[in-house]
């Protein structure tokens, strides 16, 4: 293998990187959003759960925007065409992560019951909604995505949105992610809310983990009994970035459990996925929330490195010509593009990761509603 096509391969395990940092950080806030009417019954208790995410809602957003950012940079084929297909469902996306910001600013400005109900709505469908387009997404491009290039090398859509949001595999993946995102939300609060707070997060947070688990087998079942995509010939990892040229694509029922047929080994990622869903809400019934937050850290590593695999090396495969399928090998940048953006990325992500750690331990321990409700600054 040459050194492009080790440089695409490199940028793809560095893109499943940050698809986890999204899932784990900013699912973690999204979950305490989707769960701040339910722990929280009255204000002083909703504004102590907003408070615990407070310092670092805006912090885990750059997750987020790395992901999208390494797609448009080290996969600008992949980003056009996905952004493009799913154009209607993104901004949808981004509607909901815009209300977010302006819920925290302006929720606590005016004193009154109804404005503020108002906003831990906004906070609901901004916690809830963008955390099931994210899990729906992986779900649409495991069942093929309806879109062909032509001669030119334009790209034309040939299926209507609506398909990908009322699509039932797409629906069951987003809710999966959505339970991750709760487990994570809850065992957050868990860690820096005192009672009542800890136990209705104790309990929702149980109840995810469960569903998580169930969800996760049935989809692998689902997986299992469906049409998926082998690239069958061509597919040189060293090869231009043209998705018109260079291979042929065959679909095949169980397709995409392919590679752990072939290498069953592979397997133990999947079943690592499940010890996780199903002990993290033991730890949590025994009371140690530290243990069951990395297991869900664990957990959303191990159900995204279970559909890489699966797919690789396929980004998004073509349900209309699926020898246009979008991969790691002919969607990427050049080689100089790839380099330049490694030398940052060896920069930038370890220094990412230790001011988050830095800010998590500066801002550990228990977060009062006493001394929130008495403290003006506070959200």
């Not at 039932?168 to 868990?190: D, E, H, K, N, R």
């Not at 999947?270 to 025994?286: E, K, S």
Request: charged residues 10%; hydrophobic residues 50%; proline residues 4%.
């Amino acid at each position: 293998m040459d050194s492009y096509a080790l440089l695409k391969f490199f940028w793809a395990g560095i893109l499943c990187v940050l698809l986890m940092g999204v899932g784990i950080m900013v699912g973690m806030d999204m979950g305490v959003g989707t769960l701040l009417r339910f722990v929280g019954r009255n204000d002083g208790e909703r504004r102590t759960a907003l408070n615990i995410i407070g310092p670092h809602w805006d912090g885990n957003q750059v997750w987020f925007i790395l992901g999208g950012g390494a797609i448009f940079a080290a996969f600008p084929t992949l980003y056009a065409t996905s952004f493009s297909v799913f154009y209607v469902v993104m901004i949808a996306l981004l509607f909901s992560m815009i209300l977010r910001p302006v819920a925290f600013e302006y929720r606590s400005k005016v004193d009154n019951r109804a404005w503020k109900a108002s906003w831990d709505w906004v906070f609901l469908i901004s916690g809830f909604l963008p955390m099931f387009i994210y899990g729906a997404a992986f779900g649409n491009v495991l069942e093929g995505v309806g879109y062909h290039f032509d001669w030119t090398g334009q790209y034309h859509q040939d299926q209507s949105f609506l398909l990908y949001l009322i699509n039932p595999f797409a629906i069951l993946c987003g809710i999966l992610a959505v339970a991750l995102s709760v487990y994570q939300g809850g065992t957050m609060l868990m860690l820096r809310a005192e009672e009542p707070i800890y136990g209705r997060a104790r309990r929702y947070a149980t109840r995810a983990g469960w569903i998580s688990a169930a969800l996760f087998a049935l989809g692998g079942f689902w997986i299992s009994h469906t049409v998926g995509y082998v690239l069958d010939a061509g597919g040189d990892p060293g090869m231009v970035a043209d998705p018109l040229h260079g291979q042929h694509v065959i679909r095949v029922s169980g397709g995409w459990l392919t590679h752990y047929a072939n290498h069953p080994a592979l397997w133990i990622v999947p079943l690592a996925g499940i010890i996780c869903m199903i002990t993290g809400p033991v730890f949590l019934r025994a009371d140690r929330p530290t243990l069951a937050w990395w297991t869900g850290a664990g957990a959303w590593t191990a159900t995204i490195s279970t559909v890489g695999i699966a797919m690789f090396p396929f980004f998004m495969p073509c349900s209309t010509r699926p020898d246009e399928s979008l991969t790691i090998w002919n969607s990427s940048a050049s080689a100089y593009g790839l380099t330049c953006m490694l030398v940052v990325a060896a920069l930038f992500v370890p220094l990412i990761l230790t001011y988050t750690s830095w800010c998590f331990y500066i801002m550990r321990g228990k977060v009062r509603t006493a001394d929130v409700t008495h403290d003006s600054h506070s959200y």
